[in-house]
């Protein structure tokens, strides 16, 4: 396996509070695919944006990060049991998991053994889901802005992982019978510190920091308070969802 490539602990707080949230149309619809709902393992979980709304749909589920910070800042919620651990070793026995979920963390793993730990752990008929989300919109006219930051300011400090991200998934291997997902879409109506303190959570911008300090993301939020108006002023954002589903074969 190879070493855990460690982009987020060091602002994990801040990923608890300013990372969307999922749909729940994303967890019904996986419930509504998955052979049982006894237990699903949501891996690469973070602070539990996606765990605890699966909590809702199954009797179990074991959310795990190779992150003790994340595990730390979690969201805490009944039905829920966070672990850390690698997404390629989750600790549960052979044959029990109906679901299995990643939700923005699979460019970051080693995927083929990944997979291996999905065959071993998933029961007959479980449902695989990688789930991911890139650009945003807004509809303060905040885009045009934004997405010259991600591409010109933070263009070179991006890990070279992040193109998994831009393509929603389509590049990455997936050696399962694949599910027709429906089109889904992250919906938060946010004001403008909540709006920067998302863009403060992306890895090139940690990057981009040790090199340049606070000054780049600074200059943005002057930007952005120019278009935006009202600093506390709430305004749409979304983000739409890009799914990769498949009912695990362990034959294949």
Same mark, same amino acid.
């Given at each position: 396996? %190879?070493?855990?490539?460690? #982009?987020? %602990?060091?602002?994990?707080?801040?990923?608890?509070?300013?990372? +969307?949230?999922?749909?729940?149309?994303?967890?019904?619809?996986?419930?509504?695919?998955?052979?049982?709902? *006894?237990?699903?393992?949501?891996?690469?979980?973070?602070?539990? $944006?996606?765990?605890?709304?699966?909590?809702?749909?199954?009797?179990?589920?074991?959310?795990?990060?190779?992150?003790?910070? $994340?595990?730390?800042?979690?969201?805490?919620? %009944?039905?829920?049991?966070?672990?850390?651990?690698?997404?390629?070793?989750?600790?549960?026995?052979?044959?029990?998991?109906?679901?299995?979920?990643?939700? $923005?963390?699979?460019?970051?793993?080693?995927?083929?053994?990944?997979?291996?730990?999905?065959?071993?752990?998933?029961?007959?008929?479980?449902?695989?889901?990688?789930?991911?989300?890139? #650009?945003?919109?807004?509809?303060?006219?905040?885009?045009?802005?934004?997405?010259?930051?991600?591409?010109?300011?933070?263009?070179?400090?991006?890990?070279?992982?992040?193109? #998994?991200?831009?393509?929603?998934?389509?590049?990455?291997?997936?050696?399962?019978?694949?599910?027709? +997902?429906?089109?889904?879409?992250?919906?938060?109506?946010? *004001?403008?510190?909540?709006?920067?303190?998302?863009?403060?959570?992306?890895?090139?911008?940690?990057?981009?920091?040790? $090199?340049?300090?606070?000054? +780049?993301?600074?200059?943005?939020?002057?930007?952005?308070?120019?278009?935006?108006?009202?600093?506390?002023?709430? #305004?749409?954002?979304?983000? +739409?969802?890009?799914?990769?589903?498949?009912?695990?074969?362990?034959?294949?």
């Amino acid at each position: 396996m %190879s070493a855990f490539r460690d #982009h987020f %602990s060091a602002r994990s707080e801040e990923y608890a509070a300013y990372r +969307p949230v999922y749909p729940v149309a994303l967890v019904d619809f996986l419930a509504s695919v998955s052979p049982d709902a *006894n237990l699903a393992l949501d891996c690469g979980c973070g602070t539990g $944006q996606l765990s605890v709304l699966l909590a809702a749909r199954f009797r179990e589920v074991v959310a795990t990060d190779a992150s003790a910070a $994340q595990i730390k800042n979690a969201k805490v919620c %009944s039905g829920v049991t966070y672990r850390v651990a690698a997404a390629e070793e989750s600790g549960l026995p052979e044959g029990v998991v109906d679901l299995v979920t990643v939700a $923005q963390a699979a460019h970051w793993f080693d995927l083929p053994a990944f997979y291996a730990e999905v065959l071993r752990v998933a029961r007959p008929g479980a449902i695989i889901a990688l789930v991911t989300y890139g #650009h945003l919109h807004t509809e303060s006219g905040c885009d045009r802005i934004i997405r010259k930051f991600y591409r010109d300011t933070l263009g070179p400090y991006w890990p070279p992982e992040r193109r #998994h991200v831009e393509d929603g998934y389509r590049s990455l291997p997936f050696p399962f019978s694949k599910i027709e +997902p429906p089109r889904l879409t992250i919906e938060a109506s946010w *004001n403008l510190f909540e709006l920067v303190g998302y863009l403060d959570t992306w890895s090139a911008v940690r990057a981009l920091e040790k $090199q340049a300090g606070p000054a +780049p993301l600074e200059s943005l939020r002057r930007e952005l308070t120019e278009v935006w108006g009202d600093a506390g002023a709430r #305004h749409r954002v979304q983000w +739409p969802l890009a799914l990769r589903v498949g009912r695990i074969d362990k034959a294949a």
